[in-house]
């Protein structure tokens, strides 16, 4: 079964930390990974859309990364702000063309 | 470029009344989605379209919900009768192929 698993469910860091989000996919056939953040109530952005052939993808304080090998991703966060505080989804496209979401991680950034 | 705009954003309704969600993708994306989300957890692939055609509904509970994509734009979504269970967000989302996904603000559904 395809799974996408995000640890932990939630963190909370200081204002101005660096800070690193996980997630860990159950298979490595993939097509990309895409990296969203929703705010309650809201529907989901996109921050960062890694392909399959890639290894990361940086978008001003964000940086996301790719193992395939290891079913691993990373999205680091540098320089933590309190408009960081959000729920972050990491969303798998598998080779059968499935997106599969993990449950997130409910970010808190303390000011 | 608008995004997938959907409609109503929020809608309250009485327990077996029927319900409908809209959704317009961004223009040129063939692949729609429909995910339901219920709180706390990540969204789940309610129903997958390539252009008007289903080509994933193996998660839709058909003896309840219903989809149409009429001329492959765009689509909605029913449940007739809504239950309490259904209480949740539903989102729309539409992509072209190599691309991500792009996601409309959801429509939050109170069913009481």
């Known amino acids: 079964k395809q799974e996408v698993t995000q640890i932990p469910a939630a963190l909370s860091v200081p204002e101005g930390e660096n800070l690193v989000l996980n997630c860990s996919f159950t298979?490595?056939?993939?097509?990309?990974l895409q990296w969203f953040r929703q705010d309650p109530g809201k529907g989901l952005t996109s921050l960062l859309l890694?392909?399959?052939?890639?290894r990361e993808q940086t978008s001003g304080r964000l940086n996301a990364s790719l193992d395939k090998s290891s079913g691993r991703s990373t999205l680091y966060i540098a320089a933590s702000q309190p408009g960081d505080s959000a729920t972050y989804l990491c969303?798998?496209?598998?080779?059968?063309?499935?997106?599969?979401f993990g449950t997130g991680t409910r970010l808190t950034i303390i000011p | 470029e608008a995004g997938v705009v959907q409609s109503p954003r929020y809608k309250i309704i009485e327990k077996k009344q029927p319900v409908a969600f809209w959704c317009n993708p961004i223009?040129?994306?063939?692949?729609l989605y429909w995910y339901l989300q219920n709180l706390g957890q990540g969204p789940e692939l309610l129903i997958r379209?390539?252009?008007?055609?289903?080509?994933?509904d193996s998660q839709l509970p058909k003896d309840r919900f219903s989809a149409e994509r009429l001329k492959g734009v765009d689509s909605t979504l029913k449940i007739q009768p809504a239950e309490l269970g259904d209480s949740a967000v539903y989102l729309c989302?539409?992509?072209?192929?190599?691309?991500?996904?792009?996601f409309g603000s959801g429509t939050r559904l109170t069913v009481v």
């Open positions: 890694i392909q399959s052939s890639q």
């Open positions: 969303a798998v496209t598998f080779g059968n063309e499935k997106l599969t």
């Open positions: 989302a539409s992509s072209a192929r190599g691309d991500g996904y792009t």
């Open positions: 379209y390539e252009n008007e055609e289903a080509v994933d």
């Open positions: 223009s040129g994306h063939n692949t």
């Open positions: 298979d490595s056939a993939i097509y990309n």
